[in-house]
């Protein structure tokens, strides 16, 4: 049985920081890209960054330079650092993983991240 658990959310002061994490279990990690997606109320899953599994990282334009995801194949964990955070990234965070080729992801249940101004 596949398990993605997200842990790390909170509340945070605008200009904080938060790590999540994303802890998987019942996939061969190491074989998976792993990926953080974020959905404001009222919008659209949007994604946020992704790592495959060789290590590239991708990262979208609206959180460049202040998030930073890794992975630790040795704890089957990925992470986001969020640094920096503002009002607009108050969401729930969804970790993904999918394997290189498939169709199917598999996610996590979600964490509330919530940016007080």
């Known amino acids: 049985q596949v398990q993605l658990v997200e842990s790390g959310g909170g509340l945070v002061q605008a200009g904080g920081s938060l790590r999540l994490s994303c802890a998987a279990s019942?996939?061969?990690?190491?074989?998976?890209?792993m990926g953080w997606y974020r959905q404001a109320p009222g919008k659209q899953r949007d994604l946020v960054a992704t790592?495959?599994?060789?290590?590239?990282?991708n990262h979208a334009d609206s959180v460049k330079g202040r998030f930073t995801i890794s992975r630790d194949n040795e704890k089957k964990t990925v992470y986001l650092q969020m640094n920096s955070l503002n009002a607009e990234d108050t969401a729930v965070y969804y970790c993904?993983?999918?394997?290189?080729?498939?169709?199917?992801?598999?996610w996590g249940q979600g964490t509330q991240v919530t940016v007080s101004s």
């Open positions: 019942g996939i061969t990690f190491s074989f998976y890209d």
């Open positions: 993904s993983a999918i394997l290189s080729g498939s169709k199917y992801t598999y």
């Open positions: 790592i495959t599994s060789g290590g590239d990282s």
